[in-house]
């Protein structure tokens, strides 16, 4: 019973080590960094609030809060495969139902899009932590 227990915490061991883990651009990447496009700010909530949505079980509950988008970068996770990259950050909260048709709360979320796409996105779970997915 102690094995089970131990096994269903480990995500507070293991999250911390991958937060460790990342690390920001070099002062060369920044120094080289392509943001891509600069894209209108209707476009960044746009291309956010699909990607987040889709994310959900049930997209079509999906209410959003947004920040403003600005150009920045997502730091490398190299335990994951994910270098550094380079774009628009959308940040805001999101409200989606559950499979029992309740509403979760609202949760941050982050999105990096370039050149029109969202290429990193992540929302917090219940403990603040954001595993962000993509490339």
Do not use: H
């Given at each position: 019973?102690?094995?089970?227990?131990?096994?269903?915490?480990?995500?507070?061991?293991?999250?911390?080590?991958?937060?460790?883990?990342?690390?920001?651009?070099?002062?060369?990447?920044?120094?080289?960094?392509?943001?891509?496009?600069?894209i209108p700010a209707a476009e960044?909530?746009?291309?956010?609030?699909?990607?987040?949505?889709?994310?959900?079980?049930?997209?079509?509950?999906?209410?959003f809060r947004h920040s403003q988008?600005?150009?920045?970068?997502?730091?490398?996770?190299?335990?994951?495969?994910?270098?550094?990259?380079?774009?628009?950050?959308?940040?805001?909260?999101?409200?989606?139902?559950?499979?029992?048709?309740?509403?979760?709360?609202?949760?941050?979320?982050?999105?990096?899009?370039?050149?029109?796409?969202?290429?990193?996105?992540?929302?917090?779970?219940?403990?603040?932590?954001?595993?962000?997915?993509?490339?």
């Open positions: 019973m102690k094995l089970a227990k131990i096994i269903t915490k480990w995500p507070m061991f293991v999250f911390p080590l991958l937060a460790a883990c990342a690390s920001g651009p070099t002062k060369e990447q920044l120094s080289n960094a392509n943001y891509g496009r600069d960044c909530v746009s291309v956010s609030e699909r990607v987040i949505a889709d994310s959900l079980k049930d997209p079509s509950s999906a209410q988008c600005f150009s920045g970068y997502w730091g490398s996770v190299p335990i994951l495969g994910m270098g550094v990259e380079f774009g628009w950050i959308q940040k805001g909260e999101v409200n989606g139902k559950n499979t029992y048709g309740g509403y979760v709360g609202f949760r941050p979320y982050q999105v990096l899009i370039k050149d029109g796409a969202a290429i990193r996105y992540c929302i917090s779970d219940k403990d603040g932590i954001c595993m962000p997915s993509g490339r």
